[in-house]
């Protein structure tokens, strides 16, 4: 069995002591980061797991995050409607109406598979943290709670000069483009019309002095000056003779 070595530094009793006392009076001397909470709010880094807000609109009630979920603390119901076709002739489709999204925080590891797996955007990270509760089951925050807390997401960082535009960004301003063109070419189409109307040749009025005597009955005329029928005298039988 090898001897251990001898060490090369003689210890000083107490050196270690001193060290300790060193690091002490070093820290005591410099300034203190200690936050005065909850009269200072915690300077926060921007994309902290806090908890998990909804934004309802976008959620479709696929399921994947409550199936996906570890500790199975997320909680959906919901139901179906019929909606009346689009356009006529076409059939009526089906949709999941959400009833109910609840999160038990209790249970919840904050892992964030959820919102990595949500397919339409509906679930993100925010840095709120106060919501603690004297009872453990009024962890189980309802969706009107999670939508309150989605206020309070913070904005994505912006993006890459040199990165391309998003899917849904240019779908979206491709959509607006054609129907500012429709509108435009509907607004031009009108302009036209109005402009032929104006152009159009406008039927000439009666000339002064000449009178109608349309809608009369037989063996009346009407007179110029009042537009009263009066009746025909009958003709002289010697007018003729002569």
Same mark, same amino acid.
């Given at each position: 069995? /090898? ?15 001193? &060290? ?10 410099? &300034? ?40 199975? $603390? ?36 904050? $892992? ?10 509906? !679930? ?14 009024? !962890? ?22 040199? /990165? #391309?535009?998003?899917? #849904? !960004? ?11 063109? #429709? ?60």
């Amino acid at each position: 069995m /090898a001897e251990p070595l001898p060490s090369t530094r003689p210890r000083i009793p107490g050196s270690g002591l001193a &060290k300790g006392l060193a690091v002490t009076l070093r820290t005591m001397t410099k &300034k203190t980061v200690t936050a005065q909470y909850p009269d200072a709010q915690p300077e926060l880094p921007p994309r902290s797991r806090g908890v998990i807000g909804l934004f309802e609109e976008n959620c479709t009630v696929c399921m994947l995050c409550a199936r996906e979920c570890p500790d199975w $603390c997320i909680y959906i119901d919901s139901h179906k409607e019929t909606v009346p076709p689009a356009a006529p002739g076409g059939r009526e489709r089906s949709r999941n109406v959400l009833d109910r999204f609840a999160i038990d925080f209790s249970l919840c590891m904050y $892992c964030g598979i959820c919102i990595e797996v949500c397919p339409f955007d509906a !679930l993100f990270w925010s840095p709120e943290f106060e919501y603690a509760e004297t009872d453990i089951h009024e !962890l189980t925050h309802e969706r009107d709670k999670l939508r309150e807390w989605m206020w309070t997401v913070p904005a994505p960082p912006a993006l890459d000069p040199g /990165a #391309e535009e998003p899917k #849904e !960004l240019a779908a979206a301003r491709k959509t607006a483009d054609k129907l500012a063109a #429709e509108a435009a070419t509907a607004a031009e189409a009108a302009e036209l019309a109005a402009q032929t109307a104006e152009q159009a040749p406008q039927p000439e009025p009666p000339a002064s002095g000449t009178t109608t005597t349309t809608g009369t009955t037989a063996g009346t005329t009407e007179d110029p000056t009042t537009g009263t029928p009066e009746p025909s005298k009958p003709s002289d039988p010697q007018d003729g003779a002569s």
